[in-house]
């Protein structure tokens, strides 16, 4: 009863027989009995939130896309970008891995870049957020040995191919991703390839399974962009597959209009819309930030004013929100920002450009490493 001891209680009701008290004396021991017991349970309860009560949010999981500054094969500068994710507190390191460029024969398997990344991980005990580059924007992104073009989603040999390339993998990663991305960009996939959406489902809710017995501690999803979401209409396909996967992860950029970049509360405004329609779910923002350059009509102390709105924002976020990237680290030099705005935007020239664009001045570190003045006030801000 309440978490009283059964001989505690059995001594209780001994002392307190009728019998052996005078009306008065019952009175007060049955008061003093009843102002015991609730006490005594309360006491003996570990947990007093109820089973409805969903008690606080898990700490927020904070990561950035590294951008060594220099090319994406040869990464003189990998080793400053991940001391910088330590220095500034990230517990995460994002980048991509490209099935294709990795395995580009039967016999021929470049892990060099991505073994880098372990290794800087590991020395400052971080994790990883690794995105699987099989599908991004719309095009497929196979090996070129097994397949001329992207083979289809019922061809026998893709779930088996790209499971054996996330297991090996996972063997290289010795023990540092944290979260694994199935592609980016699948609506818009999708929309170039109508009817394929079944197909689609099928194969993600496979190879999730496959994914989750080779990482069983890994969260899994997949990335969109938010912003094109709407001109793909692209929203179901991406529901159907939230229901295969952990999470799903948004790019939500920052998002010129006509050159400029809107004032730091509209900017925020509007990453708070893209964020609306998957608060019920659980889900990650993988690509944010302000720029600070000229080009956007912007500086650092407008781009260090964004910084602290979104910190004030992120105490009272969405409780399903797990994982908050400022992408990227270091701004981007010219090659390596065109590069990686291809990779997100094959076939979209505008966005491309513009995506090439903000990465070339959206960190909170300048191309050389040496902190803008918003760097500071993320660092101390974000809850």
Do not use: N
């Not at 220095?87 to 099935?99: I, K, N, P, R, T």
């Not at 912007?298 to 399903?320: E, G, K």
């Not at 992408?327 to 090439?356: C, K, Q, T, V």
Request: some cysteine.
């Amino acid at each position: 009863m309440l978490g009283l001891p059964a001989g505690m209680l059995g001594r209780l009701r001994g002392a307190l027989h009728p019998a052996r008290l005078s009306r008065s004396a019952r009175s007060f021991g049955w008061l003093l009995l009843l102002g015991i017991l609730p006490a005594l349970g309360l006491l003996s309860c570990d947990d007093d939130s109820g089973p409805d009560d969903p008690g606080e949010p898990e700490p927020l999981v904070y990561g950035s896309l590294v951008t060594p500054r220099s090319d994406l094969d040869v990464d003189p500068y990998l080793v400053d970008a991940y001391q910088s994710l330590g220095v500034d507190g990230y517990q995460l390191g994002h980048f991509a891995v490209s099935w294709s460029a990795v395995e580009r024969g039967p016999a021929s398997h470049d892990w060099t870049r991505f073994e880098r990344h372990v290794e800087q991980a590991r020395r400052r005990s971080m994790g990883l957020s690794v995105v699987v580059e099989f599908v991004h924007g719309a095009e497929g992104d196979v090996p070129a040995w097994r397949w001329p073009e992207f083979p289809g989603w019922e061809d026998p040999d893709l779930l088996p191919a790209l499971a054996g390339f996330i297991r090996e993998m996972t063997r290289r990663s010795r023990g540092t991703i944290r979260y694994l991305w199935l592609g980016e960009g699948i609506d818009r996939f999708a929309a170039r390839y109508p009817g394929d959406e079944p197909h689609i489902v099928q194969f993600y809710e496979s190879l999730a399974d496959s994914a989750r017995a080779i990482l069983p501690e890994t969260r899994i999803g997949t990335m969109i962009t938010p912003a094109t979401l709407d001109a793909t209409g692209g929203e179901p396909l991406v529901r159907d597959l939230l229901d295969r996967l952990d999470l799903i992860g948004l790019a939500i950029p920052a998002e010129p209009t006509a050159g400029a970049i809107p004032p730091p509360d509209v900017a925020l405004g509007v990453l708070r819309l893209r964020i609306a329609a998957w608060e019920g779910s659980p889900f990650a923002v993988i690509d944010a930030g302000y720029p600070s350059g000229e080009d956007f009509a912007s500086s650092p102390a407008i781009q260090s004013a964004f910084a602290s709105t979104l910190a004030a924002w992120l105490r009272t976020r969405p409780a399903t929100l797990e994982l908050f990237c400022w992408s990227p680290i270091h701004d981007a030099g010219p090659a390596l920002a065109d590069s990686l705005a291809m990779r997100r935007f094959p076939l979209e020239d505008e966005a491309r450009a513009r995506m090439s664009a903000l990465l070339r001045s959206s960190a909170l570190r300048r191309l050389d490493g040496s902190p803008k003045v918003g760097r500071q006030v993320w660092v101390e801000e974000r809850p």
